[in-house]
């Protein structure tokens, strides 16, 4: 199946600060790239996502960055707020086959 | 209901025991997904579902784990012989169509074996 590596594993910021969480896949197949929040003891929700014919999207303070050519992608939270704290997902979706997740991103920002 | 729904949310077993997990997904969202997810870890797909039909069940470790969707709606999980290492949360997650985009999660079925 597709590989799907995420780094860093843990993160930690302060309030206001930048974070970036970045993903690399093996197969040039896959079309669809979303990213998911999912606090402690909750479901995983959808934040972003992306497609393969676009380079970069933006909603708010969250962004998303796509290099096909390299095959990664990354997740851009900015003015970070301790609400952002939580374990973040990517994820990649092979033309036919389901969502493959990434080990995910413990994201801890402090005030 | 407006979401996915699990059940049970929580399920302790004995070793050797027959469990079954239950989801009822969004209203017309024709595929269905089983993930399932350790401790610290990201989920981990089990099989989907387009319809009543398992279109993509190779993430199933081993013979004991079957699941079914006979109307294309409710979907059980099914796993025989549970081993401690079957631990973990369960989660269900259904989409309009498959590969067109979000997945919707349920809130997960805690599987305990001791």
């Known amino acids: 199946g597709e590989n799907v590596e995420q780094h860093p594993s843990t993160l930690s910021v302060q309030e206001g600060d930048s974070a970036v969480i970045k993903c690399t896949y093996s197969d040039s197949a896959s079309n669809y790239f979303p990213w998911y929040k999912q606090e402690l003891g909750k479901r995983p929700q959808l934040i972003i996502d992306i497609r393969s014919n676009v380079g970069e999207k933006k909603d708010q303070r969250i962004a998303v960055t796509l290099n096909k050519t390299a095959k990664h992608f990354s997740l851009h939270i900015t003015e970070t707020q301790p609400e952002d704290s939580a374990v973040y997902f990517c994820a990649v979706l092979p033309e036919g086959y389901a969502l493959n997740f990434g080990k995910g991103t413990s994201l801890l920002v402090t005030p | 209901g407006a979401g996915v729904s699990q059940t049970p949310s929580n399920k302790v077993t004995e070793k050797g025991k027959y469990v079954e997990l239950r989801c009822d997904p969004i209203s017309g969202h024709t595929a269905l997904y089983w993930y399932r997810q350790s401790l610290g870890q990201g989920p981990e797909f089990l099989i989907y579902f387009q319809g009543t039909g398992a279109a993509d069940d190779s993430g199933l470790p081993n013979d004991r784990f079957f699941a079914v969707r006979p109307e294309g709606s409710v979907s059980t999980l099914k796993i025989q012989r549970t081993e401690r290492g079957d631990s973990a949360v369960y989660l269900c997650?259904?989409?309009?169509?498959?590969?067109?985009?979000?997945?919707?999660f349920g809130e997960g079925s805690r599987l305990t074996v001791l």
């Open positions: 997650a259904s989409s309009y169509l498959q590969g067109t985009g979000e997945l919707f």
